[in-house]
């Protein structure tokens, strides 16, 4: 079983939409998650953390975490071609540490 | 505020010659992680490291790769005797001390072994 699971995609949203990340993770000790964003060719954008089951909301963006189901998502709300992008789950805490454990991310493209 | 610096941006190297990359975390920062990105693939952690101190190697490879955090001056990964595999984007990361561990990338060094 894979320590952090995303759907590779490419997932398909039309502009305004809203754009739903998942990711489940199998240590159960981690203790904050991470959603980052990278467009192609960069660097790994921060965009959201959430530590505590529930939601968390940032302008357009909530993370959704059920730690008992080992679960975690992101919400893109009125989705933008300019969020096209490859966004990455990581989780931290448990037996990686402090290091961020990466799933291999989500490619989501959003057309007008 | 400046962000997470890395250089040089990209590097080539010929297999057997030694590679540098140097990262200097955000201002204030003083925790360093090391992750690299091979073509295709998830970014994998390699190291943390504080001043003076590296806190968990556990992702790094047993054998050429080494890195450190001196007192003064920027952190530093050194891989050895490069070989194609080698070749990849390393990015740098950075968080403050005592935050709930929100990591800063830099904007990564791709390295190219010919």
């Known amino acids: 079983q894979k320590e952090v699971e995303q759907n590779s995609g490419p997932l398909s949203v039309p502009e305004g939409a809203i754009a739903s990340l998942n990711c489940t993770y199998s240590d159960r000790g981690s203790q904050s998650f991470f959603w980052y964003r990278q467009y192609s060719g960069k660097s790994p954008e921060l965009i959201m953390f959430i530590y505590s089951n529930g939601d968390k909301e940032d302008g357009r963006f909530t993370a959704q975490l059920n730690k008992a189901s080992q679960y975690v998502s992101l919400l893109i709300r009125d989705s933008q071609p300019s969020d096209s992008a490859t966004y990455l789950c990581?989780?931290?805490?448990?037996?990686?540490?402090?290091?961020?454990?990466f799933g291999k991310g989500t490619s989501l493209l959003v057309t007008p | 505020n400046a962000g997470v610096m890395q250089n040089p941006r990209h590097l080539v190297r010929r297999r057997g010659q030694e590679a540098r990359l140097r990262c200097s975390p955000m201002?204030?920062?003083?925790?360093v992680y090391w992750y690299r990105q091979l073509p295709e693939e998830g970014l994998k952690f390699m190291v943390y490291l504080q001043k003076e101190n590296i806190i968990d190697e556990s992702g790094m490879p047993k054998e050429r790769f080494s890195a450190e955090f001196p007192k003064e001056g920027p952190s530093i990964l050194r891989i050895q005797q490069v070989v194609r595999g080698d070749s990849a984007a390393y990015f740098c990361?950075?968080?403050?001390?005592?935050?709930?561990?929100?990591?800063?990338f830099g904007p990564g060094t791709r390295l190219t072994v010919l």
């Open positions: 990361a950075s968080s403050l001390e005592g935050s709930y561990n929100e990591q800063f």
């Open positions: 201002k204030g920062h003083s925790h």
């Open positions: 990581a989780p931290s805490g448990g037996n990686s540490g402090y290091a961020l454990n």
